[in-house]
């Protein structure tokens, strides 16, 4: 899934105008989707918990966040957000472009801090929780800046760009309290990101593992092990999975008959679809259609 289509299907949610670059989204796993899979984009992107629990993974690290958390994903960076177990999760997803924060390449702020922080070059806390010290003027700013998107009075967009500034302060002016984790291998992330790309971009048709392993000049079953220890599964069932994601979206969102959705989502075989399909949603394509229809 990439970003576009993911703005997209949540385009009634936006809070935000069009013409000043920082969106925020309302959604809740399961309720408005399984979940959002492995994927990057060149936004910068803030995850707040709003109630519930679920599972965020940053660059292959997954994690748990509760009520409260925040976390901060910097562009480019591998992430994904899922259902843990059966708890449902309601969350605020920002998303907003880093030249909201950059005046030019005179910019001191910019040079110094901004541009360093989100390219990962100054490490700093990942996943804000109630038990840091500066959680609170952290959290607060975000309270702010959706207050003001709500109400849009004159010159909004100052404030919002003003608390976003405080906000990166206090992720900077803080990091030396910061323990510092192992940086994942850039190599192994940028290989991933040419497998996922091409998963993204090619789901529709035919994909194999000598695909894959030619793009990743792997053996085969070098390819094989180094997306299972990187993913924790298989690239079968992962590719599966992936679109039949897209499938869940597409039926969603057109009246193509399921027999089409199986095509335009790389299933070449219906049966085998219904099938898959119903192990991972509960339910038939077309009866979850149904059902999904009767909940909107």
Not at 50 to 76: E, H, L
Not at 133 to 162: F, H
Not at 210 to 233: N, R
Not at 267 to 276: A, E, T
Request: hydrophobic residues 35%; neutral net charge; glycine residues 6%.
């Amino acid at each position: 899934m990439n970003i576009s289509e993911y703005q997209n299907y949540h385009e009634t949610k936006s809070h935000t105008a069009a013409d000043f670059p920082y969106n925020t989204y309302l959604c809740s796993i399961p309720r408005d989707f399984p979940g959002v899979p492995l994927h990057w984009h060149s936004e910068a992107e803030l995850i707040v918990i709003k109630k519930g629990r679920g599972v965020v993974s940053s660059d292959f690290q997954k994690r748990t966040v509760t009520s409260g958390d925040i976390i901060v994903i910097r562009p480019g960076q591998l992430h994904s957000i899922g259902q843990d177990g059966n708890y449902v999760m309601e969350y605020e997803n920002i998303i907003f472009r880093p030249d909201l924060l950059i005046s030019g390449s005179d910019d001191l702020c910019a040079a110094k801090y901004i541009t360093p922080f989100l390219e990962g070059k100054l490490p700093s806390e990942s996943y804000l929780t109630p038990a840091l010290s500066w959680y609170q003027p952290a959290s607060e700013c975000i309270r702010e800046i959706d207050l003001l998107c709500a109400t849009r009075p004159d010159g909004y967009q100052l404030a919002v760009k003003g608390h976003l500034f405080l906000f990166f302060f206090l992720l900077v002016s803080n990091r030396q309290k910061k323990e510092t984790a192992p940086a994942p291998q850039t190599k192994s992330l940028e290989k991933m990101k040419t497998i996922l790309k091409y998963v993204e971009e090619h789901y529709t048709g035919h994909i194999t593992i000598d695909d894959m392993a030619a793009l990743t000049y792997y053996s085969k079953s070098h390819f094989m092990k180094f997306f299972k220890s990187h993913m924790g599964t298989g690239f079968i069932e992962y590719l599966n999975d992936y679109r039949l994601t897209m499938s869940e979206r597409l039926l969603r969102s057109s009246d193509d008959p399921v027999t089409e959705v199986a095509e335009k989502c790389g299933f070449d075989n219906l049966s085998y679809f219904n099938r898959i399909f119903k192990r991972k949603y509960g339910q038939p394509p077309g009866r979850w259609r149904q059902s999904a229809l009767k909940d909107l």
